[in-house]
């Protein structure tokens, strides 16, 4: 009787085993190619143009439609909108040095304190994806500033910073799973 258990159990163990790693492969085929694409590096150039000079603060066209954080790499700007597609609020941010390629993500996880790349202490961090081993993510500097300390732009940085006040908004509004478009 004791073989025939122990039969069952090793059975079971190899079927569960299977089933794991044919989600795994499942799991890795669904992956978008966009999260497997190289770091854009974000060059800030000196004068950055509005997207709409009449309206700069509009919400992007073809940034999609329902609940969703839109992040435009080109203004360095977030809206944060509504299921309805109202924007609920719009803010500018400060990048780091590696921009997430143009898509749609999920926010993925959250940390209401952490130091960030640069040394400086966070709080409100909402993370959506990582470009090369560099997370990306929104977060706020504790001492209230958008600017970080490190001033050599050949570290790797995807902290996008953000007011204290704007980042307890975006910490309010992008739990897990609410999806994050960046558009250009």
């Known amino acids: 009787m004791a073989g025939t258990s122990s039969g069952i159990v090793a059975a079971l163990t190899a079927a569960a085993l299977g089933t794991v790693g044919f989600l795994a492969y499942r799991a890795q085929a669904t992956v978008p190619a966009s999260l497997g694409a190289g770091p854009a590096v974000h060059a800030t150039p000196t004068s950055k143009a509005p997207r709409d000079r009449h309206h700069p603060t509009a919400l992007p066209s073809g940034s999609g439609t329902g609940e969703r954080v839109v992040y435009s790499v080109d ?16 803010f500018p941010v400060r990048p780091g040095t590696v921009d997430p390629p143009a ?20 709080e409100h961090v909402v993370r959506f994806t990582s470009v090369d081993g560099v997370t990306v993510g929104f977060s706020a500097a504790v001492d209230g500033g958008t600017e970080g300390t490190a001033a050599d732009p ?16 975006m910490w309010n509004f992008a739990t897990i799973g609410v999806r994050v478009v960046v558009i250009r």
């Open 154 to 169: 050949g570290v790797k940085t995807g902290g996008i910073r953000e007011t204290r006040t704007d980042g307890i908004a």
């Open 103 to 122: 898509g749609t993500y999920w926010v993925t996880s959250r940390s209401s304190t952490a130091t960030g790349t640069d040394g400086v202490p966070i």
């Open 75 to 90: 203004d360095d700007r977030v809206w944060l909108v509504t299921p309805g597609n109202a924007v609920q609020r719009t």
